[in-house]
């Protein structure tokens, strides 16, 4: 153990007395916000606040200003791609503890001033590093029923701000499987998507305006709540999906719709994702805006909810032997007029799909628990999943019209590399986004890292060239963070980078805000190149 | 007249032999695309270029920068904010004259060089204007029916653009009055409006991916046809809105959507803007995204038409001579399903809302003769207000649930300061956007120009002053473009206005694009500061 020297203890002590809210600076007191919670990235910290306000939070940043830290926000700390906590050092060698109690612990004499320092971003220069949390800020402002619009913070759940505008009798649409902790900040961070993207839109489409607190420590009053608002450059829409890099978002403007009054869901059985898509243009056609959902589910990845989810059934007979594997479409009708409309209009497309041949067998909830049940398969694929071992997991989206040629394709190719490969594709149909996981070895069930490490590599180049020979994207919905930084230089236009390092260097010209996520710096290598 | 020095000639040979598309150099060939057609703003041009291709507009940038000479992009031309033409020189003092037919013409001795040098940006030097028409670049590139998205090219009308997507069987649903001839480069320049904003959104959501020649006359490739595309910062919402100031738009990838089968309108009589906000929120209860418009006309507006437009007529009894003024709403219903529907679910709304006493009168179209003249009422506003002289326009929004108090407040301090003002308010109520319209005084009517110029000013302020007050935008579809840029200085937070600079210096560091529009220069200064 090394002890912080006193060069520290005033940092930290300077720290303390610059803002009004929580800071934790102990090793093991931190140890949950430095890492993301699939153990993949984490890096040390100086210490970990939790801001009470948007003053507070702009108090946080000028002091780093003048301390030349830098800072990761984060939310609720939910993503995928490693871009809420900081870098540096392999979450194994990190200290590990639970959050404490109470706030404002003593600085430890654990730290060690070296790991506290270094980041990942692309400025060489050892700075200290301040973990932002957003977990204090959780207030809904205010709810305006009547305009369709709410104020959150940034560090409200997705649960918390759907249930708020349930008060008001207003639907705020986005959802996610982790809803339950992500927060409104984040999801705006990481332009979130969902299940009710083909209806709703991403949070980009959500938003109408943001609180957000700048590199340099001012506080931007953007909480525009106007449907139409053309005065000057969209900055809201660059601060939505920067991942952190940009500015702190501290509030924000949700659109809000009307509950439905009736839902209903329906699975069925088809052949092809080309089938998949004739029904989804008959479904559009005749429901337009009452779909809300139209998800796409391959046999394998069913199998895998029904072998390893307890109490899970499909609702058909058995598919015949001799016909080809079995692809599963999830619907899902809304009406805001009654539950026996959504039905209707549900029942109607799903007999002429039936009559035409197109759909093989089809199932209609026909109360809230068979609707729950019908979506339980689709939610549990992960869950499913994670029973198996590692995969390697792919948020990708082509154009919706070449979705089934891509699936083909891309599952060839990996069964040539791979014959013993197993492939778990799902997705937002609607939206042309495929979650297309592959673990190309059975092993892999037995956690070989090494292997898994190289064969990652290998197959999302494979996976990710063809995404690109498709004018596809190489993140639908989970964003970049340092996952897919190597790859964004692969596959982006170099003159598009261009653009946004310059947008960065604008913006954010001291590289303090999250630096080292989304922009690959000069250090990111593509592997293989 | 002074002769064109030889370096000008020389300029103008090079520039010829830069690119390929057409080039007009003489005064009176080049008069048409060097006023706006208002007649409020105008400059001198060194010469008219309109490229054939995306290359030909990167080579002409890239000639720009070599001369060091700024660009003025245009499409249709038909903006209210003067972002489409040249500054610096009154358009009475302009050359007159017709386009001429045949291209090429040779350089005219008439240019005056110093005159084609002036430019109202930022910058003092005296640099070449190059006026960059995108109207030889029109084609629709593609259409995807399946996927429900086409790419055109900027120079191709709204109209063309809305043909070419119902000749696939699908609808584009941007429509605004000057369709047939405003460009898909400009509605996305200045992010347009129009009447179905309710139901589709600005043009900002109605497009997926943009093809941009960037201020260094490269070619950014951002044709995403993508629903969901999380690679990194928004550059597309970044170009859209910003009148040509970071580069020039020459394609786009647009949204399309279902064909409604049948339509139906609707226009009702009711007494405050607050019943009109009362039946919207019932009729969006109702129609949800079956509504497509929703349109409130002040009873001064709709005089103005019935005197001014030859055959128009309201559908109803004359309004009791003892009640409040009336106000109008008018209604579109689109059914993807039938004539019939559309029609049964407006009835249905409006039964309710007549037996509510929330409405006095309603008349349904019962034909598309019917529905042309309903629509025609409110289409004809801005040419029967063209009949009485000239008037302040305002194109605001504010939240909208304060509209109708915004509305009173407004009308009573205009009519405070001018006892005999005519208030013409019409506008896009379920966007919050209203076209607030002012005559301060009858002899307007006689064009007394000084006394508008000064009324001008004063009657923004008033307006404007308020809008900021209800935390509104002082433009609500129009833009910015050197009309509204000594107000965007007033009202816009610094803040935002540094970020915006900071944005235009990283991505066009020589103020080469539309220079001295949108951004307010340091020169610009406020009226009654």
Request: aromatic share 6%.
């Amino acid at each position: 153990m090394s002890s912080l020297p006193s060069s520290s203890h005033a940092l930290l002590a300077s720290l303390r007395a610059a803002f009004s809210g929580r800071m934790v600076s102990d090793p093991a007191g931190m140890a949950p916000w430095l890492r993301d919670y699939r153990q993949r990235w984490g890096g040390p910290a100086l210490a970990v606040v939790q801001p009470d306000s948007t003053a507070d939070v702009a108090a946080v940043v000028r002091w780093c200003v003048e301390h030349d830290a830098v800072i990761v926000p984060q939310g609720g700390n939910t993503g995928l791609t490693g871009a809420s906590v900081p870098l540096g050092v392999p979450p194994s060698r990190l200290p590990s503890g639970a959050p404490p109690a109470s706030a404002d612990k003593a600085p430890s004499d654990d730290l060690d001033p070296s790991q506290a320092r270094t980041t990942g971003g692309a400025d060489a220069r050892l700075r200290p590093v301040i973990l932002l949390s957003l977990s204090r800020m959780q207030q809904v402002r205010s709810v305006d029923a009547l305009a369709s619009t709410m104020v959150v913070e940034a560090g409200c759940t997705l649960q918390a701000a759907q249930e708020a505008a349930a008060a008001h009798g207003r639907l705020f649409p986005l959802s996610l499987a982790s809803e339950g902790s992500c927060t409104i900040g984040g999801n705006l961070a990481t332009n979130a998507g969902g299940v009710q993207v083909l209806r709703y839109g991403n949070m980009r489409e959500l938003c109408l305006g943001l609180e957000v607190v700048t590199a340099d420590g001012q506080v931007w009053h953007g909480l525009n709540r106007l449907r139409k608002n053309n005065t000057g450059y969209d900055l809201r829409d660059l601060f939505i999906g920067a991942e952190g890099t940009l500015g702190i978002i501290t509030a924000a403007v949700l659109k809000l719709y009307p509950q439905p009054a009736g839902q209903v869901a329906a699975l069925v059985q088809l052949e092809s994702p080309e089938q998949a898509l004739a029904l989804l243009a008959q479904a559009q056609g005749r429901l337009a805006a009452e779909l809300t959902a139209f998800e796409l589910i391959s046999d394998a990845a069913m199998q895998l909810v029904l072998k390893n989810i307890p109490g899970s059934r499909l609702p058909f007979e058995a598919y015949p032997a001799d016909a080809p594997l079995p692809w599963y479409v999830l619907l899902e009708v809304s009406s805001l007029h009654s539950e026996p409309a959504a039905q209707e209009g549900l029942e109607a497309v799903l007999s002429e799909a039936l009559a035409d041949g197109r759909v093989q067998d089809a199932v209609i909830s026909q109360s809230l628990a068979q609707f729950e049940q019908l979506w339980a398969l689709r939610e549990n694929i992960s869950a499913a999943q994670s029973h198996e071992g590692k995969n390697i997991k792919h948020d990708i989206s082509v154009p919706i019209s070449r979705i089934g040629e891509f699936i083909e394709a891309a599952s060839r190719q990996i069964r040539q590399a791979y014959p013993d490969a197993r492939l778990i594709v799902f997705g937002h149909l609607g939206d042309g986004n495929l979650h297309f996981n592959v673990a190309p070895h059975a092993r892999f069930a037995q956690h070989y890292d090494e292997a898994f490490a190289r064969d990652e590599a290998l197959v999302n180049r494979l996976v990710h060239d063809l995404v690109a020979a498709y004018e596809g994207a190489i993140s639908a919905e989970h964003g970049i963070g340092v996952l897919r930084q190597a790859e964004l230089v692969r596959y982006k236009q170099p003159l598009e980078l261009q653009m946004m390092r310059a947008i960065k260097q604008a913006l954010d010209p001291q590289d303090r805000m999250n630096p080292g996520k989304l922009l690959p710096t000069p250090y990111t290598r593509t592997p293989y190149h």
